[in-house]
């Protein structure tokens, strides 16, 4: 199965090897003596810990509604997608919101992988609610567009591309007071609930965009194992995938002190800031969850010990990507996502093509951590041990395949389409994927090896095919 990927992945390391930067200022410490005062320093001195308050426990959702009650909301949104409200995690917030005398109105059109066309809609019911609290129930798509809704409602003569991610949008730092904000995460994926990030289609140019700032990360998030029994194996599969790329981008990425520009003030310092020591924690945790619970979690649906660590592992690679950052399978996933043709993964009711996002993240994954070990790739050879290689013998220089191999073989057990070929797309997309990635700065920039345009070409075509 790996001889043919192995050759592919030599042959790509081949052409990227020139590129590869040696100096000794890639060495992966967080000890380097600072540059430059703040006021004139070139790369960041700092790093700042954000993070949602976390509530976790089997039925811990039935609080909700008191939750609200001691926050003196009066006027609730509660926020979810169609499927999800006729099954049981909305009923029980409900129930709750109703026993604790909580009026409410409820939004259940948040669309499945969101556009700006459905966030905007979303924020006009918002707006027209003058709601003072809000409840979001579902996965990262309803808790983004609900973080959306609240922005826009509590800023509401700002015009859409203000807070978007520059450069498609102004990428204004957030500077209102926002709304109380619930999440009850369902899925065990995107760690939406301790994180200021709301991703999007933006669908004027076909590619994923998003709102980055501090001020919209929910102020409780409710993780309720009990949710995950009503996750689809699939989509169980695809919202760890997500997980396991958060923990290897954001423990692979630029550390904080190598970032630039350094903020003038702090209000510009990003949410996603390069791995840190305090993130890394997190990250390698999450990674150890994953190895051990995800094939269990996907492979029997009541399994409640695989799915509840899920759960857990989620909001913990949540806390560290979502202070570190994630690097390039993030950045390419964007158009992966955005420029979907036909494909519709299974298990998934929606009446849209979709490449679900965990998909769209770790189908380069092989790639990616090829073409970036050559930075740390002490790090590299960590998390492909976490995973489950031998690398007693592995050599500083086989950090990438080793690595690219044994996530190869991870998505080859749990029956992971092979490749992007697989959704629909050829070397023909390749320029298209290409120019889809390039406005992703945001992420791309963290990764530990700048990228030119003819490196992401080999990467997608390095990931047309994994088996």
Request: overall charge neutral; some cysteine; proline content about 7%.
């Amino acid at each position: 199965m790996a001889a043919a990927a192995r050759s592919r992945i030599a042959h790509l390391l081949r052409h990227l090897q020139s590129t590869a930067c040696q100096c000794p200022t890639h060495s992966h410490t967080y000890s380097q003596a600072p540059g430059l005062s703040p006021s004139g320093k070139t790369t960041d001195y700092a790093f700042e810990m954000a993070v949602s308050n976390i509530r976790y426990g089997a039925g811990v959702t039935k609080e909700v509604g008191m939750d609200l009650q001691n926050m003196g909301a009066k006027k609730v949104c509660l926020m979810t997608d169609k499927n999800l409200s006729q099954l049981p995690p909305v009923q029980t917030v409900m129930d709750s919101l109703v026993k604790s005398g909580i009026s409410f109105q409820v939004y259940d059109s948040v669309r499945v992988e969101p556009t700006d066309g459905s966030f905007m809609d979303a924020i006009e019911f918002a707006k027209k609610g003058a709601f003072d609290a809000y409840v979001a129930v579902g996965g990262g798509s309803t808790m983004d567009t609900c973080k959306a809704a609240n922005l826009y409602a509590s800023s509401p003569h700002s015009e859409f591309l203000d807070y978007v991610n520059a450069p498609i949008g102004k990428g204004k730092p957030v500077t209102v007071p926002l709304k109380p904000l619930i999440a009850v995460p369902t899925t065990s994926g995107t760690g939406s609930e301790t994180t200021g990030v709301a991703i999007f289609d933006y669908e004027h140019m076909k590619v994923k965009t998003g709102i980055a700032s501090r001020a919209i990360k929910p102020t409780l998030g409710l993780v309720d194992p009990l949710h995950t029994l009503h996750m689809p194996c699939q989509v169980v599969a695809n919202s760890g995938f997500d997980v396991l790329c958060h923990a290897l981008e954001s423990y692979t990425a630029i550390p904080y002190n190598m970032r630039s520009p350094c903020p003038s003030n702090p209000i510009q310092r990003p949410a996603y800031q390069g791995s840190n020591p305090i993130s890394d924690i997190w990250a390698v945790h999450a990674l150890r969850i994953v190895a051990k619970y995800l094939k269990r979690a996907v492979k029997n649906p009541d399994d409640l010990e695989a799915r509840s660590s899920m759960h857990l592992a989620s909001a913990f690679a949540g806390i560290g990507f979502g202070n570190a950052g994630v690097h390039l399978c993030h950045g390419m996933s964007y158009p992966i996502s955005g420029l979907v043709k036909t494909y519709k993964a299974k298990e998934y009711n929606v009446d849209h093509p979709l490449v679900p996002h965990g998909l769209s993240v770790v189908l380069t994954s092989p790639a990616v951590f090829t073409f970036t070990a050559q930075m740390f790739p002490e790090r590299h050879l960590e998390t492909a041990e976490i995973l489950g290689a031998d690398i007693r013998t592995a050599r500083t220089q086989d950090a990438g395949p080793v690595l690219a191999d044994t996530l190869r073989q991870f998505l080859f057990d749990l029956k992971v389409d092979d490749g992007l070929g697989a959704l629909g797309y050829s070397k023909d997309d390749i320029p298209s994927l290409v120019k889809g990635t390039l406005p992703q700065e945001r992420v791309t920039k963290l990764a530990p090896r700048a990228q030119s345009e003819e490196d992401l070409s080999a990467l997608f075509e390095a990931s047309m095919k994994l088996y």
